[in-house]
């Protein structure tokens, strides 16, 4: 018995459609590592964030957003990073001007440390660099204020050096792409993330790769709600595969955070209010702030005239106490009770090194912390705390 066997005629494709399937079959026959990476760098590319004040400007604008950027959103950032490279537009800007007026210029950003070392890293180097920012890593990661993520981030940005990054975003991307169990800031689980951030790293393109990994980790795997759907990784991915998306990374492990009380004075004369210096080292080191008062030591309201004319030689109204409201820090909760006195006597007599008398409005100008601000501008509007 004899079966007729059809030929199917054979038709050469459209050079766009040969050119995805070469790129398809190609990609098929990569390794895994490399694999990932292109599908990374492709993704930035088409999807990727491009339109960023820093990209694309010189080492010392880059630096800058790195420090800027390290656990703050880049939303919040760029304000910030605008205002500030338009006062200082140079690292010799920068390294000339005082920590008070570098502080004026992050108040409110949070985490004033980043801000000091900055300020220090600029005059570092100025007299130890020439005025040009390092490009061995290790130089780098020798300023202060930079660790060996943000180290790499500017050796590949700037430089276009390999080296891999490891921030918050991409933590949490590698650990639900190789589904790895164990909270990422434990030393075990995050030089594992390393080796993995390490073997994953491209052989060129590491600049468009690393902004791939960033904006996939700020985008699209984000901590809750994450775009699984549309995320290039989705095919490989094992915390998908196996539906523990939810699940990983593994939470940081749960523990109450100590708790603090303090007292803020709010002492008024007229629209002047007074400020206090913190010290340079520990929280808002270096900022002005409201004269506090440990709470323990304030046992009863009307104490609090008593120690403004023990501590400032200064008669005040009965205090008027304001709500109390919580700020929360890294490691621990600070409970915060306002006391708002006006001043009887004239004390813009006594001038002391650390205290400063400025017009409420003026004060919102300076280097102050985030809780301060709140209260000034309520303040300002005429409105209570709370």
């Not at 492709?42 to 339109?51: K, N, P």
């Not at 930079?146 to 933590?171: P, Q, Y």
Request: glycine share 6%.
């Amino acid at each position: 018995m004899l079966i007729a066997c059809t030929t199917v005629p054979s038709y050469p494709l459209p050079s766009a459609m040969e050119e995805r399937v070469d790129t398809l079959i190609k990609n098929q026959s990569k390794p895994q590592p490399e694999l990932f990476a292109h599908r990374i760098i492709d993704w930035q590319q088409r999807h990727g964030r491009h339109g960023l004040p820093w990209q694309g400007e010189d080492v010392y604008h880059i630096w800058l957003s790195e420090i800027m950027l390290q656990q703050t959103q880049v939303i919040t950032v760029i304000p910030y990073y605008l205002r500030f490279v338009a006062s200082f537009p140079t690292i010799a800007a920068l390294a000339a001007d005082s920590e008070e007026a570098v502080l004026e210029h992050w108040s409110g950003l949070g985490y004033y440390s980043r801000a000091r070392n900055l300020h220090r890293t600029a005059q570092l180097i100025m007299q130890q660099h020439e005025g040009k920012f390092p490009k061995h890593f290790e130089d780098i990661l020798a300023l202060p204020g930079i660790g060996r993520s943000t180290a790499a981030a500017i050796s590949a940005f700037a430089f276009h050096e390999r080296r891999a990054i490891l921030d918050g975003n991409v933590k949490r991307l590698l650990a639900r792409y190789h589904a790895v169990e164990g909270y990422t800031g434990e030393k075990k689980i995050e030089a594992q993330l390393w080796q993995q951030a390490e073997a994953l790293l491209p052989q060129s393109d590491v600049a468009i790769y690393t902004q791939g990994l960033m904006d996939l980790g700020a985008l699209i795997c984000t901590r809750s709600k994450p775009q699984c759907p549309i995320c290039p990784l989705q095919k490989d991915c094992k915390a998908y595969q196996t539906e523990r998306v939810a699940q990983l990374p593994t939470p940081r492990p749960r523990k109450v955070l100590p708790e603090k009380h303090s007292t803020f004075l709010l002492l008024l004369n007229g629209p002047d209010i007074l400020l206090e210096k913190r010290p340079g080292s520990g929280i808002w080191g270096g900022l002005w702030c409201l004269p506090q008062i440990d709470s323990q030591i304030l046992i009863e309201i009307e104490d609090a005239g008593a120690y403004c004319l023990q501590q400032f030689c200064m008669e005040t109204t009965y205090p008027l106490t304001l709500s109390t409201f919580t700020h929360t820090f890294t490691h621990f909760k600070l409970h915060i009770t306002p006391l708002l006195l006006q001043v009887i006597n004239n004390p813009k007599q006594i001038q002391e090194p650390g205290r400063i008398w400025l017009d409420v409005t003026d004060a919102l100008q300076a280097a102050i912390p985030t809780p301060v601000r709140k209260l000034l501008r309520q303040i300002q509007a005429g409105h209570r705390v709370g």
